[in-house]
């Protein structure tokens, strides 16, 4: 059954359909689909893709705090910060890689670098709990993790590129 929000020309709907139209999740729903090997899921919509990538704050406060992180949760985390890497090289040129490291108890850090400057620098808790509350707050997030680098290589350029 469709919610109020589903159906076309809602406002919620529109917001989705903007947050799809965005640089980084077009890039996140290329990244996703490139490493579905089998095609299980050609005939999914870009949003049913990401449905993964939502966390209510009803389904956070399910998840235990204490806990293995689920693969599925890695690998979400793992795609999610490589999409920002490469919609920042996409922007500049130079490769913004990602190096995550994540204890078993749901702990770590994640930094992207271009060059020998760290461009972003994030310590992760509670990952099994990864997630955005709608597609817009998914897209505002990677926007701005996007621009942010992008900021740190102008202001120091040749840094970025050695």
Not at 13 to 33: N, Y
Not at 59 to 79: A, E, H, K, S
Not at 111 to 121: A, H, K, M, P, Q
């Amino acid at each position: 059954m469709k919610k109020m929000s589903d159906t076309p020309g809602t406002p919620a709907c529109k917001e989705d359909d903007a947050a799809l139209a965005t640089p980084f999740v077009k890039c996140l729903t290329r990244l996703i689909r490139a490493q579905d090997t089998y095609g299980s899921r050609d005939g999914t919509s870009d949003a049913e893709l990401l449905a993964h990538f939502i966390v209510s704050e009803q389904q956070r406060r399910t998840i235990p705090i204490i806990g293995d992180p689920d693969p599925d949760v890695l690998l979400r985390i793992n795609i999610f910060y490589t999409a920002v890497g490469l919609t920042i090289e996409g922007r500049t040129g130079l490769v913004a890689s990602p190096t995550m490291m994540i204890s078993n108890e749901g702990f770590g850090r994640v930094l992207l670098t271009t060059g020998r400057l760290v461009v972003f620098s994030k310590t992760l808790r509670d990952v099994h709990r990864f997630g955005f509350a709608t597609l817009r707050k998914l897209a505002e997030a990677g926007a701005k993790l996007v621009d942010d680098a992008i900021a740190a290589i102008e202001a120091y350029p040749d840094v970025a590129r050695e």
